[in-house]
């Protein structure tokens, strides 16, 4: 009885231990893919207190918060890297754009190449671009792109008026019809 469950012990932590390795390795590409997003967030953001020539502070936080932000929404898994090959290029020119002073005209490539690098890159750029293609910001007063305005925030709410509070068929400023 004893041999059975020493045997059974060490097959358990061979079994045990070839499925840690096997995670390991299955991950890997997660888990750099994610570093390399923490690296690229965290060298955008020591350039938050310095924005270029012609730019102010807020639009220059804005443009680089929602910079920082899409790069895990476009690059969340290895599998939603359109091209290995082209992606690799890109990671090294990010480098060397990223050593260099970084301006709108380094955003506005970057978002360029997220609509290019990433499976959902194109669509995440139509919605959440801060920075045009040519250096311009496109943000309105809140500090939000354009393109990510909700309309329906700024008209009156489908409110349903209770029986009791039925109109003779005008509107008033506080009830709406």
Not at 102 to 129: C, F, H, M, P
Not at 133 to 152: M, S, T, W
Not at 160 to 174: C, L, M, Y
């Amino acid at each position: 009885m004893a041999r059975i469950v020493k045997y059974f012990s060490i097959v358990s932590a061979i079994l045990i231990g070839l499925l840690v390795v096997g995670i390991v390795i299955k991950t890997a590409p997660y888990r750099e893919l994610n570093a390399w997003n923490r690296d690229v967030t965290a060298r955008l953001e020591t350039v938050r207190s310095m924005p270029p020539q012609g730019v102010g502070q807020l639009q220059w936080e804005t443009i680089l918060r929602w910079t920082q932000i899409a790069f895990p929404n476009v690059f969340f898994n290895p599998d939603y890297i359109v091209d290995e090959t082209s992606f690799v290029m890109f990671k090294r020119q990010l480098a060397d754009r990223l050593n260099k002073d970084i301006d709108v005209e380094t955003i506005a490539w970057i978002w360029d190449q997220l609509a290019i690098q990433g499976k959902n890159g194109a669509e995440y750029s139509r919605k959440y671009r801060s920075v045009a293609p040519f250096g311009e910001c496109q943000l309105d007063v809140n500090g939000k792109p354009f393109d990510n305005v909700r309309i329906a925030d700024n008209l009156v709410s489908n409110l349903v008026i209770e029986a009791d509070e039925q109109t003779d068929g005008h509107e008033t400023a506080d009830r709406p019809r």
